[in-house]
């Protein structure tokens, strides 16, 4: 791994605060010393690098003991509890609890990485770029170089290697992971107390949940010993203490245009809730019919909740006035330094976004979210075809890099329930008629003149695909077995490839093309202003935040930094036991048996966003504290701007983990092994 | 006591859900019984009233046994316990517990009303006004006849009588109080309990304090049996349940004019929160003098920090443009069916405002608040003056109707704490020099050309009137013994007085003649669209109000209807006990003993306002169910709209104060006594 020790540049960062999501080749050492004194070395810095684990599927979590324990969010492994789960067996509900290696269980495509190397990759991309050729030529010739560094780099040290864009394609970085695929789940609470307030409570604090799990990475059938694990903290964060944050941001936009903002702000957020709250119900209606029904719905409807709430947090954001006015400043200032320069990138994207909201309702609604077979029959069409192009002109999920991981998610062995499917298929069906119009390519070929319901219907109840041995058959058999195929699934999805292809063209060399390349122009703008006292945008990828634990003030009052068990009990006692705030039952009995002043949950003043749910955090001394799982409603806007008035993350604390441990679940051995 | 079984008219109410602060003579029937389904009788009514007690320091609270026992806040009770206090025996800071009869205390000046009868006397008050007379001879003549109506009465019955205005001059009633002063105290729990979370959490929900204590009513040294007193309810408040608040709200502004509520925006509250942020810091300054200090000035930097809260919030709501907008369409509809009958009050309001505009600052800042001395000084000259003058020519306050009230207050043997006084009076005095310039009458008066901090420092050391002798010897000896009197303070107000009355004339015959007349106007309109389906703004007379218990929503979550204990010590352990959040020595060892999930503190959509403080809440069937104590910070804007959205009453839970007495304070015999 290549970092550098210091700032590229000694320019003044335009941060403030506790501000950013830093790369770990530049971590902001200025600012650390200057407001906490602290210098981190190098070893401090690999060593919480390599004992942060990525969770596939959309999350983060950390290596806290020598044989491999894993710990992330339960709201993060909900997805695999409930692939596990069936009608007579519901991990959701009532928790997992392994008492001995052998009662540790498989998860069905789980996939966690470790970033073991990171390398400045920018010249190489971008002098494969010619400077005078179209915006069209200039994104193939980028996406075709980036292919070719992933695969040289897969085939010479076998790790996973991703070429990831940074700065708004500023700098290009080649990241390689280890990967783990055989985890076991060794423990988890149940729903209601991990994610206790349900979505009432979801990004509210004060806050009462142990939304945590305990995952084990096995190779060759024995725990693994990691590189690097985090030691325990038995008694945890305190308040004002500087903490950090290792984990994986999904995306922020403080980058994007004040153009692209009010796009967002004016059409696709109001366009996305539109459709979150529509699948929603369609959801709601299905698990309504039965308890079956209501299990089967659960993730499903978490995360759809949780969508619609952050996403209405980020648009209030966006329509505050004050900030976008604090944006049109802050482009004002680039763009002044930027003409110098000549060239304007802003006025490019304005124009990308002009031909981008003429076929907005094109790609906001052809879609079938949450639809697991659609999901599948389209990607295996896409496969087959795209896997006989050259590696470097494929669409990037299928790059010979992206396959192992795309296979394992694909012929997962994960449960599909047709009646759900049915459910979801029909409303998707629905919803894109009724915004685009019998008319549509999409639509025509998607409903071919029936009815929605009609549709899903004969397509669910036909179909193969939700057995993994055919989806893995179809894969396997390559072009010429998906041709031939006459699943009504695939027939159907061959109908509508040329239809989905045409789009994506046409937002990749009209759009994408444009944002990434005048990205680029205004990425050098801001290293002339900034150097790189700052820090990219949000990539899915690992990034260090630091912050002290905090509590702030809130409707003239004061919000403490942290909850204790008190405020469990009260919480239920307060609203009588009603749900969302009952306690399972466990919970209850344990009342007595805790030390109900134990710390549960705290606030610090980090940079996060989703994709950091499950992401350690540690003191100084690299010591687990505190484990990352929401923040609070105030910090949603943070997609858009830091601040640190009242935006806070919220954190389940590593006594109250303990405490939950030994006197709740009776999980002293585990409790052992992450005390060493 | 005349009431009548239905309201004047039939008309819709132009009130919304649960509004109102109805008097008992005209309860909303007509809602409750469609809403709720509720029909009170005549006895329900009369029980309820005649349980009630006005604190006359400016709060309520209820008759609760049948030997005389009295409860209120906590809050109601601290000007008291203060001033029982002495720095061996800290009251406020320690609680006061009786466990005989032999250790109830007597206050030195507490006065309590209980509301006998009301009569409605509006014809003979506005038959003895000329309406071809100015609107100077007009106010004169409607004081001189209520002064008639009230003395006669107190001639006749013995009672207190008090004429109140109703509806900005629509209705006059008289209202006659049987009164004590033989009050004792009983129990009052620390300060830290009562006060829980301190000025932070003042106006905050959720909220834990234990806020009441307990007097008993004495006459001819034996307890008095009340006529009526509330039966206690063990379990208390449920979520849901219909419940009334019988209490003297003090003062709202809702049928103000759109004129007056933007001076009161633009110019009196911002005036207002200078005053009492000036007097907060002299406070400040003087309480860091040394604990003592610190114990003096407690009561009044409580009083000051409330005040300013409750401004704020009110201004805050008045800022709120949908609040104004909501006004003016009211009042546009208002005058609109007020024209159809000549005449604009409206119009003379608006001219009254601007002349009000002109002198408002002396209004402001000739003042002495929080001087104890200077209000003595300034009373007993205008006292002796007055009483030569026949009764309805009087200032109100010397009427004799009021006078043996006054005497007990004036006479009164709190104490006077001197070095503080100066500390408040300097501060009265620069703050007047600032802001009104050297020249302005009552600054030459006042300061006679000496700096404000010389000028405090002699008369206060030099004056006698901390001894309530002294006060006593000058207002018995009459116009003579003040004018021959040397004390530097009598002098000093003497000085003032002619300064003091010319300001009161005017704003008397300028302004508060035309906006009680021109009230009267608009008050007749209200009528013609409302009848009697409405009900007055407050006056710190007895009212109804109703509601139901109910939590509400809030930043995207739900906030319970109740607290309970153990969110009284998750707060404090959150916090990791740092004040204002620590637990008092008896709260923290009770811990284990108390069943902590007992309700602590609940809300209701109850309609109330300071003054409300200490109210009982009762249910269906007149039971004690908990113990008004605050509203939330939504709540403050009710000053001039009510709404039921966020906008919640706070109470203490009838079941908490029952395991506050047994479990934490061991007042069990006082505990039996309520539950009779």
Same mark, same amino acid.
């Given at each position: 791994?290549?970092?550098k020790?210091?700032?590229?540049?000694g320019?003044?960062?335009p941060?403030?605060?506790?501000?950013?999501?830093?790369?770990?080749?530049?971590?902001?050492r200025?600012?650390?010393?200057?407001?906490?004194g602290?210098?981190p070395?190098?070893?401090?810095?690999?060593?919480?690098r390599?004992?942060?684990?990525?969770? /596939?599927?959309g999350?983060s979590?950390?290596?806290v003991?020598a044989?491999?324990l894993v710990?992330?969010n339960?709201?993060?492994?909900l997805g695999?509890?409930h692939?596990?789960?069936?009608?007579?067996?519901?991990?959701?509900k009532d928790g997992?609890f392994?008492r001995?290696?052998?009662?540790?269980?498989?998860?069905p495509?789980?996939?966690?990485?470790v970033l073991?190397?990171l390398?400045?990759?920018?010249?190489?991309?971008?002098?494969g770029v010619?400077p005078?050729?179209?915006?069209k030529?200039?994104?193939e010739?980028?996406?075709?170089v980036?292919?070719?560094?992933e695969?040289?780099?897969?085939?010479? %040290?076998?790790?996973?290697?991703d070429?990831?864009?940074?700065?708004?394609?500023?700098?290009?970085?080649?990241y390689?992971?280890? &990967?783990?695929?055989?985890i076991r789940?060794?423990?988890?609470?149940?729903?209601?107390?991990?994610f206790?307030?349900?979505d009432?409570?979801?990004?509210t604090y004060?806050?009462y949940?142990?939304?945590?799990?305990?995952?084990?990475?096995?190779? /060759?059938?024995?725990?693994?010993?990691?590189?690097?694990y985090l030691?325990w903290s038995?008694?945890g964060?305190?308040?004002?203490?500087?903490?950090?944050?290792?984990?994986h941001?999904?995306?922020t936009d403080r980058?994007?245009?004040?153009?692209?903002l009010?796009?967002?702000?004016d059409q696709?957020?109001?366009?996305?809730l539109n459709?979150?709250?529509?699948r929603?119900?369609?959801?709601?209606e299905?698990a309504?019919?039965g308890t079956?029904?209501e299990r089967?719905? &659960?993730d499903a409807i978490f995360?759809?909740?949780?969508g619609?709430?952050?996403?209405?947090?980020?648009?209030?954001?966006?329509?505050e006035p004050a900030?976008?006015?604090r944006?049109?400043?802050?482009?004002?200032?680039l763009r002044?330094?930027?003409?110098?320069?000549?060239?304007d990138?802003?006025?490019a994207?304005?124009r990308?976004?002009v031909?981008?909201?003429?076929?907005?309702k094109?790609?906001?609604?052809?879609?079938?979210?949450?639809?697991?077979?659609?999901?599948?029959?389209?990607?295996?069409?896409?496969?087959v075809?795209?896997?006989?192009k050259?590696?470097e002109?494929r669409?990037?999920?299928?790059?010979?890099?992206?396959?192992e991981?795309?296979?394992?998610?694909?012929?997962?062995?994960?449960p599909?329930?047709?009646?759900?499917?049915?459910?979801v298929?029909?409303?998707c069906?629905a919803h894109?008629?009724?915004e685009?119009?019998?008319k549509?390519?999409?639509?025509?070929?998607?409903?071919?003149?029936?009815?929605?319901?009609?549709?899903?219907?004969?397509?669910?109840?036909?179909?193969k695909?939700?057995?993994p041995k055919?989806?893995?058959?179809l894969v396997?058999?390559?072009?010429?077995?998906?041709?031939?195929?006459?699943?009504?699934m695939?027939?159907w999805?061959r109908?509508l490839?040329?239809?989905?292809r045409e789009?994506r063209?046409?937002?990749e060399?009209?759009?994408?093309?444009?944002?990434?390349?005048?990205?680029?122009?205004i990425?050098?703008?801001?290293?002339?202003l900034?150097?790189?006292?700052t820090?990219?945008?949000?990539t899915?990828?690992?990034?260090?935040?630091?912050?002290?634990?905090?509590?702030y003030e809130?409707g003239?009052?004061?919000?403490?930094?942290?909850?204790t068990?008190f405020?469990l009990?009260?919480?239920?006692?307060?609203f009588?036991?009603?749900?969302?705030f009952?306690l399972?039952?466990?919970?209850?009995?344990?009342?007595g048996?805790l030390?109900?002043? %134990?710390?549960? /949950?705290?606030?610090?003043?980090?940079d996060?966003?989703?994709?950091?749910s499950?992401?350690?955090?540690?003191?100084?001394k690299?010591?687990y504290v505190?484990?990352?799982?929401d923040? /609070?409603i105030?910090?949603l806007?943070?997609?858009?701007?830091?601040?640190?008035v009242q935006s806070?993350?919220?954190?389940?604390?590593?006594?109250?983990?303990?405490?939950?441990?030994?006197?709740?679940?009776?999980m002293?051995?585990?409790?052992?092994?992450?005390?060493?």
């Amino acid at each position: 791994m290549k970092t550098k020790k210091t700032s590229l540049s000694g320019k003044a960062s335009p941060t403030v605060g506790d501000e950013g999501m830093w790369t770990f080749d530049n971590p902001p050492r200025a600012i650390l010393k200057r407001r906490y004194g602290f210098e981190p070395s190098q070893d401090w810095l690999d060593h919480l690098r390599l004992s942060s684990v990525r969770f /596939n599927d959309g999350g983060s979590g950390a290596f806290v003991s020598a044989d491999g324990l894993v710990l992330t969010n339960h709201h993060v492994a909900l997805g695999q509890l409930h692939k596990m789960s069936t009608k007579e067996a519901d991990y959701v509900k009532d928790g997992f609890f392994a008492r001995s290696a052998s009662e540790e269980r498989r998860c069905p495509d789980l996939e966690l990485n470790v970033l073991v190397s990171l390398e400045d990759v920018t010249k190489r991309v971008l002098g494969g770029v010619d400077p005078k050729a179209s915006d069209k030529t200039r994104n193939e010739q980028r996406k075709a170089v980036m292919a070719r560094i992933e695969k040289e780099s897969t085939e010479k %040290t076998g790790y996973r290697s991703d070429v990831v864009e940074l700065y708004q394609g500023g700098e290009y970085w080649l990241y390689r992971y280890k &990967k783990y695929t055989d985890i076991r789940l060794v423990m988890a609470p149940e729903a209601q107390a991990a994610f206790y307030g349900g979505d009432p409570d979801n990004f509210t604090y004060p806050r009462y949940d142990l939304d945590f799990a305990f995952f084990r990475a096995y190779e /060759n059938d024995a725990p693994v010993r990691p590189q690097r694990y985090l030691r325990w903290s038995a008694s945890g964060a305190k308040e004002g203490q500087l903490v950090f944050v290792s984990g994986h941001p999904g995306s922020t936009d403080r980058l994007k245009t004040v153009r692209q903002l009010e796009f967002e702000r004016d059409q696709h957020l109001p366009g996305y809730l539109n459709i979150l709250g529509r699948r929603r119900r369609a959801l709601e209606e299905y698990a309504k019919t039965g308890t079956e029904q209501e299990r089967r719905a &659960k993730d499903a409807i978490f995360g759809v909740d949780n969508g619609l709430k952050a996403i209405s947090g980020e648009l209030e954001g966006l329509r505050e006035p004050a900030l976008m006015a604090r944006m049109i400043e802050q482009e004002k200032a680039l763009r002044r330094a930027a003409a110098k320069k000549g060239g304007d990138p802003w006025a490019a994207i304005a124009r990308a976004q002009v031909k981008m909201v003429k076929r907005h309702k094109q790609l906001l609604y052809r879609n079938f979210m949450l639809s697991k077979l659609a999901g599948f029959a389209g990607t295996i069409v896409r496969y087959v075809e795209e896997v006989k192009k050259p590696n470097e002109k494929r669409f990037k999920e299928f790059r010979d890099s992206a396959l192992e991981s795309l296979n394992f998610r694909l012929f997962s062995p994960a449960p599909v329930y047709k009646d759900m499917e049915e459910a979801v298929l029909a409303d998707c069906l629905a919803h894109s008629l009724e915004e685009l119009g019998p008319k549509d390519p999409h639509v025509k070929a998607a409903l071919g003149g029936a009815a929605p319901a009609a549709k899903a219907r004969q397509l669910v109840a036909g179909t193969k695909l939700d057995d993994p041995k055919f989806r893995e058959s179809l894969v396997k058999g390559g072009a010429a077995a998906v041709a031939a195929c006459d699943d009504p699934m695939i027939v159907w999805a061959r109908k509508l490839d040329p239809v989905y292809r045409e789009l994506r063209a046409w937002s990749e060399d009209e759009i994408e093309s444009v944002e990434s390349l005048a990205g680029n122009e205004i990425a050098k703008a801001r290293f002339s202003l900034y150097g790189k006292s700052t820090y990219p945008d949000a990539t899915f990828t690992l990034r260090l935040s630091f912050g002290r634990v905090a509590g702030y003030e809130q409707g003239t009052t004061q919000v403490p930094h942290k909850t204790t068990f008190f405020g469990l009990y009260d919480r239920a006692a307060s609203f009588d036991g009603k749900p969302p705030f009952h306690l399972p039952e466990k919970v209850e009995r344990a009342k007595g048996a805790l030390d109900l002043s %134990t710390p549960l /949950n705290f606030v610090t003043t980090n940079d996060i966003i989703g994709g950091n749910s499950g992401s350690p955090v540690v003191d100084a001394k690299g010591e687990y504290v505190g484990l990352i799982f929401d923040g /609070n409603i105030q910090s949603l806007v943070g997609r858009y701007a830091y601040d640190d008035v009242q935006s806070r993350a919220v954190a389940v604390h590593s006594a109250g983990i303990l405490e939950a441990l030994r006197r709740i679940y009776g999980m002293d051995a585990l409790a052992s092994e992450l005390l060493g």
